[in-house]
């Protein structure tokens, strides 16, 4: 089948969804847009499940911390084999209320995807059939790679990240 | 849930069910990871998958580290072909700083992600065979990993960890003994890759053991997220380096091999002809090369591609260079990028957002050994423990890509 084009894409969810899409951007010719969490597995089911466009690929679901707008991206990428095209997609949740439905129904390899956001950024995915760490041991405590979480001891005075990086 | 504890605890005393604790250190697992098994009798009831054991928080340590300083972070995810893993991620950043790469570093580079991928599957498909009981053909085959090992060496210095290349190209060009081996492998390894398929492919006890074991349904395949010759074994041709080709493989003539039913011993022969088919590439590189403009092994950026050393206690500029680069004080667009590469277990992806800052703001990487696993508790059920053994083998889990 022929590739399709972002131009086809974006014609085809702005019929189906409409406002609910936004913030539509086209870094590096990756379609990248966001929608709401109570949207989001509406619009990855309509995105598989369509004949027409065909994501049968989950590649990846993983998040970014924003503490300055105290916000969690939840990003997942997907690919159409059939139609040689991928999108992004981008759910911004506050960081004191992490919740977002859960993608196990729709595709397996969500399970440990989720899995290893919720135990890096604390991100509770609603309907998740297991859960809990995967990567870290079961009492730290903490999800680390929230921003506020240093990488090294804050108090060594040789090392402050201001310096060195970030 | 405490995980360190058994999941499926069978409480009841009449039960036959035995628990067994499949690693972490295990002999057979090749690699650091704990599968908590029931089991009746050889058959496994169910298992619980436990992971992490050497993981080392590389996306948190990438967000404090200027892009240079990732590269050997990245030769520790699939430590059996870093290369592919070096470049990927320099290719990642040159697709951010939007860098035109000249044709003849793409082909270098082909040549060394390709042997990368050959000793991958030396070592995957030795290891199926090793857990059979046929050492001969491990020993036999693996000799040539040492040979691919000699040819890092020449071009980067390095064997295992080999941080090779830089942002914009290599770090030196291939020197003469280089080359010289390169074309000592492709003389010597398709010997001996004969060699070594005549003595498993029509192999009863191989067969007996391997065929028809651990078949995978293409949907069971995809909806697990499974790449790379897992996938391909099902029969699916999806190759990174044919969908979206990247450092030029769309001027390599070559074929995706694929599989019908998954099976060990598709992903075996998978594997093979995919060696086949990275010398076909490699020879086609070689030739390659030779009609392009010798001596230029990296793009012309001076901003982004670190200085040899020479230049830097020469010329005053590459010293400035240098100490931005090594700092991390390049201008790098307020962007986000994904990239992808065929590693040699799958799709190993870079997700990386920059914020105009020393170092990513966040760095997510896309491995394929850890999406791939996710099925492997599931698809033990009911599986003798000796082919749950050589399935894990097949899948070739590298323990660095699964916990990075």
């Known amino acids: 089948m022929a590739k399709a084009t972002n131009t086809e894409l974006i014609d085809l969810l702005g019929e189906n969804f409409g406002e609910q899409l936004f913030d539509v951007t086209e870094p590096y010719g990756l379609l990248t847009f966001s929608t709401t969490k109570d949207k989001v597995i509406h619009v990855l089911s309509f995105l598989k499940k369509n004949d027409k466009i065909d994501f049968n690929f989950l590649t990846d679901i993983t998040a970014v911390h924003y503490p300055e707008k105290n916000q969690l991206a939840v990003v997942y990428h997907l690919h159409s084999m059939v139609r040689g095209i991928r999108v992004r997609i981008k759910v911004f949740i506050h960081e004191n209320d992490p919740t977002i439905p859960t993608a196990v129904p729709l595709w397996n390899a969500a399970n440990w995807m989720e899995r290893e956001t919720y135990d890096f950024f604390g991100v509770k995915f609603e309907g998740h059939p297991d859960l809990r760490r995967i990567l870290n041991m079961d009492d730290l405590g903490v999800h680390p790679m929230l921003k506020q979480y240093p990488l090294e001891d804050p108090n060594r005075v040789d090392k402050k990240d201001e310096y060195f990086g970030r | ?404």
């Open chain 2, 1 to 404: 849930m405490n995980h360190n504890q058994p999941v499926y605890t069978d409480n009841d005393p009449q039960s036959e069910l035995v628990t067994l604790n499949l690693g972490p250190t295990h002999p057979a697992t090749h690699g650091v990871f704990q599968n908590v098994l029931q089991l009746d009798g050889e058959r496994i009831v169910s298992g619980v998958s436990t992971i992490g054991y050497i993981h080392r928080a590389f996306e948190k340590i990438a967000e404090h580290r200027p892009f240079y300083q990732i590269t050997p972070l990245t030769d520790r995810l699939n430590y059996c072909s870093s290369p592919i893993n070096n470049m990927g991620w320099h290719m990642t950043v040159e697709k951010l700083l939007n860098i035109q790469i000249p044709k003849r570093v793409d082909y270098l580079r082909v040549i060394i992600m390709e042997l990368s991928r050959i000793a991958d599957h030396i070592i995957c498909n030795t290891i199926i065979a090793q857990d059979t009981g046929a050492t001969t053909t491990f020993l036999y085959l693996f000799q040539f990993r040492e040979h691919i090992y000699e040819i890092y060496e020449e071009v980067c210095g390095a064997r295992l960890t080999t941080n090779i290349g830089r942002i914009g190209g290599l770090e030196r060009d291939f020197n003469d003994v280089a080359f010289a081996k390169i074309n000592k492998f492709l003389k010597e390894f398709p010997v001996a890759l004969k060699e070594f398929e005549s003595l498993l492919n029509r192999n009863r006890i191989f067969i007996d053991r391997t065929a028809g074991v651990a078949e995978v349904s293409q949907e069971n395949a995809l909806s697990y997220g499974w790449t790379g010759p897992l996938l391909r074994a099902t029969g699916i041709d999806y190759d990174v380096r044919v969908s979206e080709p990247y450092s030029s493989y769309q001027d390599f003539d070559f074929e995706i091999p694929v599989g019908t039913s998954g099976d060990i011993y598709d992903r075996y022969l998978v594997r093979n002809e995919e060696m086949w088919q990275s010398v076909r590439i490699i020879e086609q590189a070689m030739e390659k090369i030779k009609s392009e403009p010798k001596g230029i092994f990296h793009a012309d950026v001076p901003e982004f591609y670190l200085p040899g050393k020479e230049e830097v206690y020469n010329n005053m500029e590459a010293l400035i260079y240098h100490f931005k680069i090594v700092m991390g004080e390049i201008d790098a667009p307020k962007a986000e990028v994904y990239h992808a590469v065929e590693g040699g277990n799958g799709e190993l992806g870079f997700y990386l957002i920059n914020d105009g800052g020393r170092t990513p703001y966040r760095l997510h990487f896309r491995r394929p050994s850890f999406i791939n696993y996710s099925m492997f508790a599931k698809m033990s059920e009911g599986m003798l423990l000796s082919d749950a053994i050589i399935n894990m083998s097949s899948m070739n889990i590298i323990a660095g890509e699964l916990d990075a």
